[in-house]
């Protein structure tokens, strides 16, 4: 026995834990009922390595979600984008509807597919199709994309 009260074969199921990584120093002390003190010092002191695919797996989590986060905003910046643009187009053209310009409509027409074509691609929707995108803002600084395939109405 340790000074701590346990077994040398207590100690090697602590450690065979550890190395495991199923789980930070305060849990397995709780767990084995030492003091986390005790278990830092005792890894540090006899060289206890946790084993790499736990270390690999956490790190490989913690991307995961810093790229998810990443691309959600990313996502959400694009319908926003999308909403105001459209919208400007909209806009456009009401004020030119009495003028009846066809050159500059050919052009916000040519615009607002371009921006309907980026939307879809971002939403992973098909560009060839006929379904109808409704855009409207959620009113908490966010974006609300309905789509409807070529066969309903929105």
């Not at 956490?58 to 998810?68: A, F, G, I, R, Y």
């Not at 009495?98 to 607002?112: C, E, F, Q, V």
């Not at 109808?132 to 409807?148: F, L, P």
Request: proline share 3%; glycine share 8%; hydrophobic share 35%.
């Amino acid at each position: 026995m340790g000074h701590s009260g346990h077994t040398a074969a207590e100690w090697r199921k602590i450690q065979a834990a550890y190395q495991r990584g199923e789980g930070s120093c305060r849990i397995l002390a709780e767990r084995f009922g030492v003091k986390p003190q005790a278990l830092r010092q005792r890894a540090t002191r006899e060289g206890w390595k946790k084993s790499k695919s736990q270390i690999s797996e956490k790190v490989s989590q913690k991307v995961e979600n810093e790229l998810v986060d990443e691309a959600t905003a990313w996502v959400k910046q694009m319908k926003l984008d999308c909403l105001r643009d459209r919208e400007r187009i909209e806009a456009s053209y009401e004020q030119m509807a009495p003028a009846a310009d066809p050159l500059a409509i050919k052009h916000l027409t040519g615009s607002r597919h371009t921006v309907d074509a980026t939307m879809r691609r971002s939403l992973g929707l098909p560009l060839g199709d006929s379904g109808r995108m409704k855009i409207e803002a959620d009113g908490h600084g966010g974006v609300s994309v309905i789509y409807n395939p070529a066969d309903s109405a929105i």
